[in-house]
Nanobody
């Protein structure tokens, strides 16, 4: 049974940093993605990492501020968020898929088969 466990959310001030963690269990995965959903808005892509190569992908609005990386522990990824803004306030979700990497569009949420429970990030001005 696949499980994704996220942690690291919280309340911070604008300009602060947070690091979210996501650990998956159950099998190997090709991609890990981070998505977020703010109140009243649709879920949107934040960033993704292809596990075998380490290649990363980002939404334009987080480039230069957020970094997705692999942890030393197998099946652990991080989302390092710097220079946080109030508009970054959302529930952040980790997602993963075992599909072959060439079948996945990393920014597309429909390509991910397993999702974490979400962690709240609130950025005050």
């Amino acid at each position: 049974q696949v499980q994704l466990v996220e942690s690291g959310g919280g309340l911070v001030q604008a300009g602060d940093s947070l690091r979210l963690s996501c650990t998956a269990s159950g099998r190997s995965f090709s991609y890990y993605g981070w998505f977020r959903q703010a109140p009243g808005k649709e879920r949107e892509f934040v960033g993704a990492l292809r596990w075998d190569s380490g290649h990363t992908y980002y939404a334009d609005f987080v480039k230069g501020r957020f970094t997705v990386s692999r942890g030393n522990t197998k099946n652990t990824v991080y989302l390092q968020m710097n220079s946080l803004k109030p508009e970054d306030t959302a529930v952040y979700y980790c997602a993963t898929t075992p599909r072959d990497w060439y079948l996945v569009k990393p920014e597309g949420d429909t390509y991910y088969d397993y999702w974490g429970q979400g962690t709240q990030v609130t950025v005050s001005s």
